[in-house]
């Protein structure tokens, strides 16, 4: 979509948005030059700030070519919230409904159409305990290999020092720099034309992911961790632990009865 036919409301919501981003925040913003001019796109971004929707639009707006964001569909019934998510295009997601698909239709759509489709593959704010990468959902992965389209691997840095990780007071001062690079595209042909099965997905999903920690290790100038973070991975050791702990009480209150019962007994 070139800059003459954005609408109206993503108009207007930059002029709201954009000046207090540009008092708030510096702006390193590379690769621009890897956003297509034209024809459908998705870009997979890293999450790690509820300020970073909102800079990252403003990125990208600058080229030119305005985001189609997934949100949660709540989000759409907010007064005037709700009238700037729907004149500006934005795709519902309905999570654990009939109309859980709409979203993922809604987006094959949109790129089929010539749009972008920017894709939070983690699903949600990270929880890496340096703010890398997680694992990434197979929601853009679907998207791109059934429409091929291109995607751009993107990494943002600097919205998480202004507003960190479920931070609920912003750290104004001194100012931060909202840094950005967009990479080329992910070379993704050796999935097209096969079985969309679970593990191919998985694996795309997974060279998508890692095109992007590649380009915020450059940003950061630092390695990341040798595995993403996997919070469902976490999710399981964490109720293995707790497991293992009731077993261990459940088995030392049994010792103890025994004890007491064996003490009373003589």
Wanted: charge should be positive; hydrophobic fraction near 35%.
């Amino acid at each position: 979509m070139p800059r003459r036919r954005i609408s109206f409301w993503y108009r207007f919501a930059a002029v709201l948005c954009k000046p207090p981003l540009v008092v708030l925040i510096k702006r390193d913003w590379r690769g621009m030059e890897n956003i297509p001019v034209e024809g459908g796109f998705i870009t997979a971004v890293n999450h790690n700030s509820h300020v970073d929707p909102f800079a990252y639009a403003h990125y990208q707006y600058n080229t030119g070519r305005v985001p189609r964001f997934l949100a949660k569909a709540g989000l759409f019934k907010k007064g005037f919230v709700g009238a700037a998510m729907r004149g500006t295009g934005q795709i519902p997601v309905y999570r654990e409904s009939t109309d859980a698909l709409s979203a993922f239709r809604a987006a094959i759509d949109a790129v089929e159409r010539g749009e972008c489709v920017a894709f939070y593959p983690e699903g949600t704010l990270t929880r890496d305990p340096d703010g890398w990468p997680m694992t990434g959902k197979t929601g853009a992965a679907r998207v791109a290999l059934q429409t091929k389209c291109p995607v751009i691997p993107v990494a943002q840095w600097g919205a998480n020092e202004l507003l960190p990780p479920y931070a609920k007071k912003p750290n104004l001062l001194p100012r931060k720099t909202h840094r950005v690079l967009a990479g080329p595209p992910v070379d993704l042909t050796r999935f097209y034309d096969r079985e969309m099965s679970p593990d191919l997905l998985k694996e795309a999903t997974e060279v998508i992911m890692a095109a992007v920690t590649a380009q915020l290790e450059e940003i950061r100038g630092e390695k990341a961790p040798e595995r993403p973070y996997d919070p469902r991975q976490v999710r399981i050791e964490q109720r293995r632990r707790t497991a293992a702990y009731e077993r261990a009480q459940a088995q030392q209150k049994a010792q103890q009865r025994a004890q007491q019962e064996e003490e009373q007994s003589t």
